[in-house]
């Protein structure tokens, strides 16, 4: 049976063998029929599925790649970053929305790209067509074709409207803010300015003065100001009407002007004011809020008011030079009461008898030993207050010996008045400056040229072209007295003295001076006290520096230094022939061309290198001009000196520093109060 099935099997498979060459042909041929349809079907297929619905499918292929890219870039993010960091660059981001090629092209254009029609943009109610359209007008040049080419623009949603709307809130915001705080530091610097001028007594002159405390309420006359205020603006306003052709309204603001001025008067202060000025302001106050409504222009109201403080300063200025003439001519004047007590005690000097006319003790004159002063002055009370505050504050008044030399004019006068008041126990002597005979315009070069007819022109004619204050502060009469020039002529007058101390009639000695005796002045001439603190007071300020013989010999920075307490090697002037030194640059000064007139030019050239600088608190200067000196200066000064044209002496004189003057004065002196010197 097994045999025999087998050979079935074999028959079967050899006839199947045998029958299959035909059939297995055409399966062949089947599937390489198969093979060449089906890429024809398969790409004709998707040309179909394209062409219905392109759209669709780019927009999930976009979509797919952007959900790929940004879970990558999240995943390299997060590997970077904190998870703080990460919040924060979401808020900061969900705020400010995501970045918007609209915004782009309207805030930040670059020169390589064009825009036609930019008014075309594309919401989100946009039909594709409009899409389209506005595509094709909008053509990307340069660069960046490639890069944007194919990406759609951003649309404003309401959300990203509504954070914009809050993030130009907040700059806004951000900005009064800033304007605010800027305000408010302008508002405190002008507050502190304020407070620091308040604390400068700075216009304290005398009873001229309006600088008082009690005007310094800030609140006071505040009608007055008001009314002033309110007539500026009229006149602005007046002049546009003019320009504009209002003339009705020019009119009643002339005419209303008037009216406050008639109503404001010569009032300095509110309670000076008629009770009729309310009437008057609140009149001028419509009729200004009328021309405001009319006529406002910013830039033409700027104008008109810039013109009129330029007017106004050109006033300031002129009545500043008024001031400084006249306060240059006060400084001339010499106060009656003083005139007074000068004459009368010259007739009663000439109506002595001559043997009561010497001083005692005539034999300290030349002692070398004594402690000498110099005085050389005009003025008798100004020369009893330098002397009486000396010998008050001498350790040792009998030790001390003050050399006068005064005017054939006040000659009998200081003689008189030292008679009459001798100064303790300390010796004085007067002498009378036109009977020094050798003093004459042979030998002293500024008489000769106060002798000539330049000169004389100078000073006495007044057609010339200078007028100014500062030429006229020169042409002062003293600058015309050899009382002002004889300190050149020490060795001449004391010859057997080594040292003298020189004082000006302007200063008040506070302290026993005995010490300046003591000072080792290495070999210099003069001892003085340096003024260089502030720059006026440098050489270039006295002399001519465009001149070839000042600018070879002198440095235009070189320390002043101040006259009125000076103390003089008069050994160490003799063997330098400082006289013949002040010669020589007077001379050359003769048409003025080195400096103007006075003494301290000619002492700066004269001294130059030969003075030595004494301690400041020996000498406080400028009592006289500046209001603003500590007073802790001047009380522990031992010399104050009033140099300026505020002498103590004098109405215009400042009040706070004129009691440590007047204190020195006998005010219940016969003489003092027959011309009425104390009222």
Not at 22 to 49: C, D, K, R, T
Not at 404 to 412: A, D, E, I, M
Request: charged share 25%.
């Amino acid at each position: 049976m097994a045999t025999m099935a087998f050979k079935r099997g074999n028959s079967m498979t050899g006839g199947r063998r045998n029958s299959g060459g035909s059939g297995s042909w055409m399966l062949i041929v089947v599937i390489m029929l198969l093979l060449v349809l089906a890429p024809v079907g398969y790409f004709f297929g998707s040309g179909m599925y394209t062409s219905i619905d392109v759209n669709d499918l780019s927009t999930s292929i976009s979509k797919q790649d952007v959900d790929w890219r940004a879970k990558l870039a999240f995943q390299h993010i997060r590997s970077l970053f904190s998870k703080r960091v990460i919040d924060v660059i979401k808020a900061s981001t969900d705020d400010l929305g995501p970045l918007s090629l609209d915004s782009f092209r309207k805030n930040n254009l670059s020169a390589s790209w064009k825009f036609t029609e930019q008014d075309h943009v594309i919401n989100s109610t946009s039909s594709p067509a409009e899409i389209t359209e506005g595509t094709r007008k909008w053509t990307p040049t340069g660069k960046l074709e490639k890069i944007l080419d194919g990406h759609s623009q951003s649309v404003d949603t309401p959300e990203k409207l509504a954070r914009r709307k809050l993030r130009d809130k907040r700059r806004e915001n951000r900005a009064a803010d800033l304007v605010k705080n800027d305000n408010n530091v302008i508002i405190k610097l002008e507050n502190a300015a304020i407070e620091r001028s308040k604390s400068v007594d700075s216009a304290v002159l005398g009873k001229y003065s309006i600088w008082r405390k009690e005007n310094d309420n800030e609140n006071i006359d505040t009608t007055i100001r008001l009314v002033r205020d309110q007539m500026i603006m009229a006149r602005v306003y007046m002049s546009i009407a003019t320009m504009k052709n209002k003339t009705q309204l020019a009119h009643e603001l002339q005419s209303q002007l008037k009216e406050s001025q008639r109503a404001l008067g010569d009032a300095t202060a509110d309670a000076d004011l008629n009770h009729s000025v309310a009437e008057k302001i609140k009149a001028m106050g419509q009729l200004l809020s009328k021309a405001k409504e009319q006529l406002y222009d910013c830039k033409l109201v700027t104008g008109k008011l810039r013109a009129m403080l330029q007017s106004a300063d050109e006033q300031v200025r002129s009545l500043k030079k008024q001031s400084m003439f006249l306060s240059q001519i006060a400084a001339k004047t010499i106060p009656n009461g003083i005139h007074c007590l000068s004459m009368r005690l010259t007739i009663d000097y000439y109506l002595l008898p001559l043997e009561k006319r010497v001083f005692p003790r005539r034999e300290n004159l030349e002692n070398p030993d004594l402690y000498h002063y110099a005085l050389f002055s005009d003025n008798v009370l100004a020369a009893s207050v330098v002397v009486n505050s000396t010998i008050k504050n001498a350790k040792e008044p009998e030790k001390h010996v003050f050399h006068l030399v005064s005017n054939k004019l006040n000659f009998g006068a200081m003689n008189m008045w030292f008679l009459l008041n001798p100064p303790g126990k300390a010796t004085i002597h007067v002498e009378n400056v036109d009977e020094f005979k050798w003093l004459n315009s042979s030998y002293c070069p500024v008489l000769r040229q106060l002798e000539s007819a330049a000169m004389k022109e100078y000073y006495f004619k007044s057609d010339h072209q200078t007028t100014g204050s500062s030429n006229l502060k020169y042409r002062n009469p003293k600058y015309l007295s050899m009382l002002n020039h004889l300190r050149f002529y020490l060795p001449q007058v004391y010859p057997k003295l080594n040292k003298i101390l020189f004082l000006d009639d302007d200063i008040v000695v506070q302290k026993d001076l005995t010490g300046l005796w003591k000072v080792d002045l290495n070999g210099k001439v003069n001892g003085a006290v340096e003024t260089c603190g502030e720059s006026f007071h440098r050489f270039d300020k006295y002399l001519n520096f465009s001149n070839p013989h000042i600018a070879r010999n002198f440095d235009p920075n070189a320390c002043g230094w101040a006259y009125g307490m000076n103390m003089f090697d008069l050994d160490v002037w003799k063997k330098k022939d400082i006289t013949g030194i002040y010669h020589k640059w007077q001379n050359m000064n003769e048409d003025r061309v080195l400096w103007k007139l006075g003494t301290l030019p000619p002492g700066l050239m004269t001294f130059y290198g030969l003075t030595h600088p004494l301690d400041k608190s020996w000498h406080v200067l400028g009592l006289g001009y500046n209001p603003s000196i500590d007073k802790r200066d001047i009380e522990k000064a031992a010399v104050i000196h009033y140099n300026g044209n505020m002498k103590p002496w004098l109405e215009l004189a400042m009040t706070k520093y004129r009691s440590y003057w007047v204190k020195y004065i006998k005010f219940d002196h016969p003489y003092v109060r027959g011309c009425k010197l104390g009222e």
